[in-house]
């Protein structure tokens, strides 16, 4: 019995080779064998196999398993179903881009964008797919696009604010500090939580502009949260400068530790880096 | 005992899910058992990973049930709960003892069904549309993008911020009271921490316990501390400086009321002594020593609690008073921000599910039609829904005010039931010219006088979180069954016409997945008084 269930195992997994490689815990592979073992015993067909892994995924999107979801979705991709793939390209695109794996993205983007040309869609999946075509680029969104295009795109809100952030990244790997401060000095509404403190702090800092630290108040009345926040680390780093002190090399590093968990951050570092 | 063998019950109340179908009538899913096992292993999984960070390796003892006694007794509720079932024709729930701190006022053997979420009882007065129980920061402002507003359609990510809210409210035990004090010498900068912290308690108006002074007067003479007081907690003597360390100025009958010191959140332990003996309290979540306040120690443990209940597991919050006070530490915020984006975005993968079992759209737009005004039969339909599922305000059901848990809605596990909303814009040939999508929170129903239905909403774009939320400052307003008036809406882009908008089904996997972890909470932290069973009648 257990030789019989062992085969079967091998068999499955001869027919799954994977599109990406992506990595996960052992144990979540474990699971997925003894799943994998059950379900042969009780004759499933690929369709079924295929719907298991999307639950699967769903379930780990749900539970911000991101690394466990993109991986449940790459299996689910090994099996010859009929169904429109394009949905769970576009998943994938998304969930590699807000967990920071770019390269991953840029090439499951190739995949989604034939699965997208096979057929007519929505309004929505349209700006969507202009939106992604941006953000797996180190472009402006601008250099990208046509107006057109543009146009159609800014039309869909939650579209058009990843693009915003994407291209507030783009300046910061230019260093073109002056035009983010420019943004945020020109929005009236821009300095009023600390995420968007610390950006305006920083780029007012590099842009060299007089500026009064929005962070700094909560710097003081929270000293213990910059061991772990990368928003206070960056103001503890603000402050020596706007002292006349240089900034410490170790608040440096601590960010750059600190930023693993926050992948869609990591575009701070480069910034903070610059403070040097 | 392995690994294996413990979780062959941590995952008891699973069929959750199928009973959200039968509850809300959203219809069969094609949920399997195997769906739920892959949960499982990647809560296990996740749960070993933190273990793993904290002591650097990894054994059994870490996973929620590590007493062979519990993992027996979870096979007897594993028996007790099928049997049950059968009994009744195999659908309803077999009700399991509980511990009371889970819910106020209820004995041991109370009826708390996973199945039929009646636990979330226990949350209802953190559900309760107050802004102790919101976040502090709002969706508009963004903790969560970092980047300025297509204006006026600001946030962005309105459902993440209501999940993470919803999250924060189902699954935190707060324990305000609960703290730990290590040895202390007065004077000491180890004292002179642990004296801060107790300032910031006071000033955040809960309970705190000074340790080697007698009153505030004497805390006021050590300069460091007040310079703390006046500088980081912003309290302000004028020209009374000098007075300010004295307990007379302290004890001022305007003094003790500006100051609130009348309120009986004060303790002076231990005025004389210069050694002040520790007080170790456990983490009911670990049963480990808690750290002091104030320490880097502590705000880990925080993060780390924070970060378990973003993923959906129930934890205690020593210290913490509500999910605003929570929310306001800058740290926490930065994780609760995440996974706000990151809950938006699984929400989105709800909505165009792949395996096409998604609950329903919150926020997809299928067409422009979605942005056209609501006609009379869909408007009747959110009237007799509002009725049905939501309290009365101002009225017996919904008593402002009103103690705790008295606001308890009783139509539904939550207080408040998700809504979509479509704004759309219209360009100047009356086309749709931008998808306006918004998601708020329907706490009540408002009947006026002329016959409109308000529905009360909390709307995480607000500005202003800590005005009045339970006072219906919010609402969309529909007009009288056969009017041709358009409905409206009072909030964020208040002015815009209305498109469709509609009550959403709760997240059966957030509200089934919680559900069952608060079970489990209770039960583990609860193991010593409901495992004596003395007051058990069941």
């Known amino acids: 019995m257990h030789r019989l269930i062992l085969t079967s195992i091998v068999i499955i997994y001869a027919c799954c080779a994977n599109a990406y490689e992506i990595k996960v815990d052992p144990l979540i592979k474990e699971a997925e ?79 989604y964008e034939k699965e997208y040309s096979k057929k007519n869609r929505s309004s929505q999946n349209q700006a969507e797919y202009l939106m992604y075509k941006v953000l797996t680029t180190n472009k402006l969104h601008s250099e990208v696009l046509n107006k057109e295009e543009i146009k159609f795109m800014m039309k869909d809100s939650q579209v058009s604010k990843p693009i915003f952030q994407h291209d507030i990244e783009q300046y910061f790997n230019r260093s073109e500090f002056e035009k983010i401060y420019a943004l945020y000095k020109n929005d009236g509404r821009a300095h009023t939580q ?37 928003s206070m680390t960056i103001c503890g780093m603000l402050i020596q ?34 403070l040097f | ?77 594993i028996i007790r709960e099928r049997l049950s079932r059968e009994s009744s024709g195999g659908a309803g729930c077999r009700c399991i003892p509980m511990g009371e701190s889970c819910i106020n006022g209820t004995c041991f053997c109370n009826e708390i069904c996973p199945n039929h979420h009646g ?128 307990d007379d100025y302290w004890n001022l009958p305007r003094n003790r009321e500006l100051f609130g010191l009348n309120s009986g959140r004060l303790e002076f332990i231990s005025p004389t002594l210069t050694n002040i003996p520790a007080k170790i309290v456990k983490d009911p979540d670990t049963d480990s020593p808690l750290p002091s306040e104030g320490t880097v120690e502590y705000q880990r443990l925080l993060e780390e609690k924070t970060r378990n209940i973003m993923h959906g597991l129930p934890q205690t919050l020593p210290g913490v008073p509500d999910i605003k006070t929570l929310s306001s530490n800058p740290a926490l915020a930065e994780i609760m921000g995440e996974q706000i984006a990151l809950d938006w975005r699984a929400f989105n993968t709800l909505e165009e599910s792949p395996s096409g079992d998604a609950q329903g759209s919150f926020l997809y737009v299928k067409g422009d039609d ?63 010219s931008n998808h306006g999508r918004h998601s708020v929170e329907a706490w009540a129903q408002h009947r006026l006088p002329n016959g409109n239905m308000r529905i009360c909403v909390r709307d995480p774009n607000n500005d202003q979180p800590s005005a009045t939320d339970d006072s219906c400052n919010n609402y969309i307003e529909l007009p009288p069954e056969g009017s041709s008036s358009e409905p409206t809406y009072s909030g964020i882009m208040a002015g815009r016409r209305l498109g469709k908008f509609n009550f959403n089904s709760h997240n059966p996997g957030l509200i089934g997945s919680s559900t069952t972890r608060i079970v489990a909470h209770c039960r583990k932290v609860n193991r010593d008084r409901f495992r004596g069973g003395a007051a058990c009648t069941d």
């Not at chain 2, 953190?126 to 508009?140: D, I, K, R, W, Y």
């Not at chain 2, 409210?169 to 202390?184: E, G, I, T, V």
């Not at chain 2, 705790?404 to 009356?430: A, D, H």
Request: glycine share 8%.
């Open chain 2, 119 to 246: 636990i979330l009882r226990g949350r209802a007065n953190q559900m309760a549309p107050t802004a102790a129980n919101g976040l502090v920061f709002t969706n508009s402002d963004s903790y969560n993008g970092s980047v300025y507003h297509t204006y006026p359609m600001s946030g962005g990510f309105c459902t993440g911020h209501n999940i993470v809210t919803k999250k924060l409210q189902m699954l935190s035990d707060f324990r305000p009271n609960l703290q730990s004090r290590p040895a202390l010498t007065k004077g000491t900068p180890g004292w002179r921490q642990y004296m801060k912290a107790q300032l910031k308690r006071f000033k955040n108006k809960i309970n705190s316990e000074f340790v080697g002074v007698t009153g505030f007067g004497e805390i006021c003479r050590d300069p460091e501390l007040f310079q703390y007081l006046k500088s980081d907690m912003g309290f302000s003597f004028g020209g009374d400086e000098e007075f300010a360390k004295t």
């Open chain 2, 1 to 77: 005992m392995s690994c294996n063998d413990q979780q062959a019950w941590q995952g008891v109340p699973s069929s959750n899910i199928h009973s959200e179908d039968v509850i809300f009538g959203t219809g069969q899913r094609a949920y399997t058992q195997q769906y739920s096992a892959y949960a499982e292993a990647m809560r296990i999984e996740g749960l070993a990973r933190s273990y793993r960070a904290r002591h650097g390796h990894i054994e059994c003892a870490n996973l929620p049930v590590n007493d062979p006694s519990l993992v027996a007794l979870g096979g007897e509720y």
């Open chain 1, 194 to 230: 600390m995420d968007d403190q610390i950006i305006y702090d920083l780029t007012s800092i590099l842009a060299k502009q007089k500026h009064q630290l929005h962070c700094e108040s909560k710097f003081r009345e929270y000293p213990e949260a910059q061991f772990s926040s990368y």
């Open chain 1, 241 to 274: 400068v706007q002292n006349g002190q240089k900034p410490n090399k170790q608040d440096l590093s601590r960010l750059q530790n600190i930023l693993k968990n926050f992948p869609r951050k990591k575009f701070l570092y480069s910034a903070a880096q610059k």
């Open chain 1, 33 to 111: 064998r003894r799943i994998l073992s059950e379900m042969q015993s009780s004759k499933k067909t690929p369709e079924d196999y295929f719907k298991t892994y999307l639950h699967a995924a769903e379930e780990a999107v749900r539970i911000s398993r991101i690394q466990e979801a993109l991986y449940f979705y790459n299996q689910a991709l090994s099996y010859d179903t009929k169904s429109d793939k394009f949905s769970i390209y576009s998943q994938m695109v998304g969930l590699s881009l807000f967990s920071g794996q770019k390269e991953l993205g840029i090439k499951i983007y190739s995949d």
């Open chain 2, 370 to 432: 979605e942005m056209n005004p609501m006609t009379a039969t869909q408007m009747s339909v959110i009237r007799t829904q509002s009725a049905a599922q939501l309290p009365r305000f101002p009225a017996e059901t919904y008593p402002r005010g009103a103690s705790p848990g008295e606001s308890w809605n009783e139509n539904g596990p939550f207080q408040t039931m998700t809504m979509s909303i479509r704004m759309p814009e219209f360009n100047s040939k009356g086309g749709v």
